[in-house]
């Protein structure tokens, strides 16, 4: 340890996204990547604190949603990323005062079970009386950033209720509370990207195994989530290194599996990164309204929590800086940026929370993601 195949997979992310920047002329700025902020920088641009609440309680005439600031209500839209076993000043602080929902953890933020419970539960301390979400990769076999824990195997290889339920077992014993797994791919073309990582080609048992997976973390109290929608199995790129654009899809197989998963209420469902000019010929499908409002939302009916790939991906880097890449993935339909570079987090808190301040329109999306994650937070309790 601590780098496990998930992490370099992310790194490499990051590092195409810096050639890219390089060749365009793209200027990621002073805080993206893996540059974290210091705390003075965090106060400096997010602002004064505001008075810390309690957890918000539903009244008659009140949604819980509505105790929360703008700004924590932007804070409930960003889960951040940092480097090392302990959580840095500038963490705890997002923490606390609720510019942040939650982290998610990698290799190399885990040397031990018992550092693991530690840093999980400063996490939860810095965080008060709400419930972070405190997130990692554990698909099984290469893709788990526990590596000591379940499933030893890949997708392809596991008994997906019974694998998942003890991988969740373990995570919750370590202070996880999300995985982001299972992957809902149906691989669809010789050498395709997901192969590796999917349940099967045959998109009927690709479904009844997502459906136990997600059963199966439920039973061991961590929350699944369903990726990468609206399918990912008709490209040969990882869209972690570069751009894909799948022609033909979804197709009825591509969508099988999440449909499965929204019948089996899977608390989370992962964008694509790809584009799918099918839908959208201008925008990846995180960055789409017609993929995410329109086919999840509206023609599926899914109302649970849309959460983005790393925004470091090499297929997102492409579209634009952190700042227009994070207030782009909320306008399409995203609750949750999910930000893999240390500086990125408070480059895309500060994009959405002045998009909020100068439109009502965005306001209101922002406090209906918001609450959407709130619920979300108090499941985990």
Known sequence: MPSSTVVRRR??????AGALALVTGAAFGAGSGDEAPTPREVRELVGTPEPVQATPTATPETD??????????VGMLVVLRFQGTTAPRYVRDALKNRWTSGVIL?????????????????????????????STDQEGGDIRNLE????????????????ARAAAQALKAHGL???????ADVPSVSGAAMAGRAFSTDPAKVASATKAAIDGWRAGGVASTAKHFPGLGGTTTNTDQGSASIPGAPTAADLEPFKAAIAAKVPLIMSSNARYPRLDRNRIAAQSPKVLDGLLRKELGYEGVIITDSIEAAAVRATGETEAIAVRSVKAGNDIVLT???GSWLRAFRALLAEAQSSKAFRERVRTSAARVLALQRSLS
Not at 64 to 73: R, T
Request: net charge positive; glycine share 8%.
């Open 11 to 16: 790194q490499a992310a990051v590092l195409t």
């Open 64 to 73: 819980p949603v509505d105790a929360l600031s703008l700004k924590q209500q």
């Open 106 to 134: 990698f290799g190399d933020n885990i040397s031990s079970p018992a550092q693991l419970k530690r840093l999980t539960g400063s996490v939860r301390k810095a965080s008060g009386d709400v419930t972070p979400i405190i």
């Open 148 to 163: 000591w824990a379940p499933p030893a195997v890949g997708q392809a290889r596991q008994v997906p209720g019974r694998d």
């Open 177 to 183: 509370n999300v995985t982001l797994a299972p992957v």
């Open 340 to 342: 893999t570079g240390q």
